[in-house]
């Protein structure tokens, strides 16, 4: 089974900057089974969407509203994944949930609040 671990929500005034982490722990045989890992994020009354992801070790996607904003990155171990919020705006309030794909199965975070005041 596998754990994520989220951190680095909080709050933020426009313009600043956050960074999020999400770690995975649990019974990985195989790191290299991590396939993707993606940032998705909820705001309030809204459909969960995706901000970010990396697949196939290096290939990366990004939502339209967050391009030349936001980066996703994996560190060396490959069990985290880093989200850097650039010029974060008041639209980018919402719940932040890391979602890893591990022998072709989802597995998804609790979720960290992140709130930029405006």
């Known amino acids: 089974q596998v754990q994520l671990e989220e951190s680095g929500g909080g709050l933020v005034q426009a313009g600043g900057s956050l960074r999020l982490s999400c770690e995975v722990s649990g019974s990985i045989l195989n790191i290299n089974a991590i396939t993707a890992m993606a940032w998705y994020r909820q705001a309030s009354g809204k459909q969960r969407e995706l901000v970010a992801g990396?697949?196939?070790?290096?290939?990366?996607i990004y939502a339209d509203s967050v391009k030349g904003r936001f980066t996703i990155s994996r560190d060396k171990s490959k069990k985290t994944n880093y989200l850097q919020m650039n010029s974060l705006t008041p639209e980018d309030t919402a719940v932040y949930f890391c979602?890893?794909?591990?022998?072709?199965?989802?597995?998804w975070g609790k979720g960290t609040l992140v709130t930029v005041s405006s």
């Open positions: 990396i697949y196939g070790g290096r290939n990366t």
């Open positions: 979602k890893v794909v591990l022998y072709g199965v989802d597995s």
